[in-house]
């Protein structure tokens, strides 16, 4: 059974970083891409980045492009997503997610597996 724990969130300023963690257990993590995804009160599920497990490419909304940053380390099983700058509309519930697909889009549909969130709050 695939599990994945999300950690890292918090309260921080506008201007602050944080860097989010997703640890998955029950599956082959170096063969499964990754993706963190953010839902915000009273909007949909949304993309925010992926990193596939074939080439090790990455992908970026354009909403956070060029201040975070998503990676992994296969030996711990583990995602990252380290966020700069933080804005307040970054606020939102972020989710790791997990595909077998060789490459993956920012589709949530792509994704087989999901973890409970991990809250972020950005005070103005």
């Known amino acids: 059974q695939v599990q994945l724990v999300e950690s890292g969130g918090g309260l921080v300023q506008a201007g602050d970083s944080l860097r989010l963690s997703c640890a998955a257990s029950?599956?082959?993590?170096?063969?499964?891409?990754m993706g963190w995804f953010r839902q915000a009160p009273g909007k949909e599920r949304e993309f925010v980045a992926y990193i596939n497990w074939s080439d090790l490419s990455t992908r970026y909304s354009d909403s956070v492009k060029g201040r975070f940053a998503i990676s992994r380390d296969n030996a711990k099983a583990t995602v990252y997503l380290q966020m700069i700058s933080l804005k307040p509309e970054d606020t939102a519930v972020y989710y790791c997610a997990a595909s077998r697909k060789v490459v993956v889009s920012g589709l949530p549909s792509d994704y087989d597996s999901w973890g409970q969130g991990t809250q972020v709050t950005v005070s103005s």
């Open positions: 029950g599956l082959t993590f170096s063969r499964y891409s």
